[in-house]
Every structure is written in structure tokens, then in C-alpha cells.
Nanobody, 126 residues
Framework: VQFVESGGGLVQAGGSLRLSCAAP????????IGWFRQAPGKGREGVAC????????YYTDNVKGRFTISRDNAKNTVYLHMNSLRPEDTAVYYC????????????????????WGQGTQVTVSA
């Protein structure tokens, strides 16, 4: 299984993008799904997480109030709505599933997640 991320692109600071995460052959319902990002020279950072068992979510501090994670179970897709983008948001964005948890529990450590896709590049110009 490999997730498929899309929706990235080049945007000016203050702009918005919506990333999509599709999972061909895998049902997202029942699992916590996370969005992660990796900037050049940096480690992979957990950005947001959506729980399946309840409506709880997790966001890393520097995206709170700007990013929103959502699910469409009918389309088997998870989205990351990104507003007020900043140059420091520039990175490759990935989605993945936590096969051991249905809830985020206030965290999104990348080592707990599987089925990584190729990622989608987000570039924010100043």
C-alpha cells in the first residue's frame, strides 16, 4: 500500500493550499491519519493528525490556527487545508497511517506511521 499525496505547489506568503491524501486499496476509516513534512536538511515533522474513533485532532504548535485536517470517508480521502502560509512552511508534505491507533492522542510521531507516499512539494515564496 502506498498513499498518494497531491495539491502542492508554489504559493506566495499568506496564500492557501489544500492537500489531498488518497489511499488506493486501503480504507482510511479506523486509523489515525497524519500529515507530515520534511524541509531540506531537516527531519520529518508531524504537522497534523486526524483520529478515526472520535473527532479529535492534533496540530503541531506552529500550524495551529492556520492548518485544518479533515476526512471524507465517502471519498476515502484526508485533506490538509493550509491558510496563511509562510516561507517556513516550505517542505515536502506526506500523509501516512498509524496502523496501531485510531486516535491521535495529542501526538504524531513519524515512527508510528506507515504507508508513506511520494509526497507533494509545497513552496511558499516571501
Amino acid at each position: 500500500v502506498q498513499f498518494v499525496e497531491s495539491g502542492g505547489g508554489l504559493v506566495q506568503a499568506g496564500g492557501s493550499l489544500r492537500l489531498s491524501c488518497a489511499a488506493p486499496g486501503f480504507t482510511l476509516h479506523g486509523y489515525a491519519i497524519g500529515w507530515f513534512r520534511q524541509a531540506p536538511g531537516k527531519g520529518r515533522e508531524g504537522v497534523a493528525c486526524s483520529s478515526s474513533s472520535d473527532s479529535s485532532t492534533y496540530y503541531t504548535d506552529n500550524v495551529k490556527g492556520r492548518f485544518t485536517i479533515s476526512r471524507d470517508n465517502a471519498k476515502n480521502t484526508v485533506y490538509l487545508h493550509m491558510n496563511s502560509l509562510r516561507p517556513e512552511d516550505t517542505a515536502v508534505y506526506y500523509c501516512a497511517a498509524n496502523l496501531m491507533r485510531s486516535r491521535c492522542d495529542g501526538r504524531a510521531p513519524s515512527y508510528e506511521y506507515d504507508y508513506w507516499g511520494q509526497g507533494t512539494q509545497v513552496t511558499v515564496s516571501a
